[in-house]
């Protein structure tokens, strides 16, 4: 099982995986990475069941890796498929502007 995933592996796998901004609505309509839905940390650990298939991989990211590390560390342990994107936002900020 993938527990995490760099900014340049993530970038070739754009348009054809599920990724999920766990940060606040605010940040995430501030910009966030092409084609990510939105779905904070609080709401997605309350209602996992609502958002995940358990036989699809996600990939999760925050501001810098370290929320979603933990939060994808929770799901993988309640049997989904989920990898952290190293460095969060701020790291696919530094490769991508």
Do not use: F
Request: aromatic share 10%.
């Amino acid at each position: 099982m993938i527990s995490s995933i760099s900014v340049s592996e993530l970038s070739k796998l754009l348009g054809r995986v599920q990724i999920i901004d766990i940060r606040s609505v605010e940040k995430y309509n501030d910009n966030h990475i092409p084609g990510a839905m939105n779905i904070p940390d609080d709401k997605l650990l309350a209602h996992y069941q609502k958002y995940l298939l358990p036989d699809q991989q996600y990939y999760l990211y925050c501001q810098k890796g370290i929320k979603s590390l933990k939060v994808s560390q929770i799901l993988n342990r309640l049997g989904y498929h989920t990898a952290n994107l190293n460095g969060g936002y701020e790291s696919w900020i530094l490769e991508h502007d």
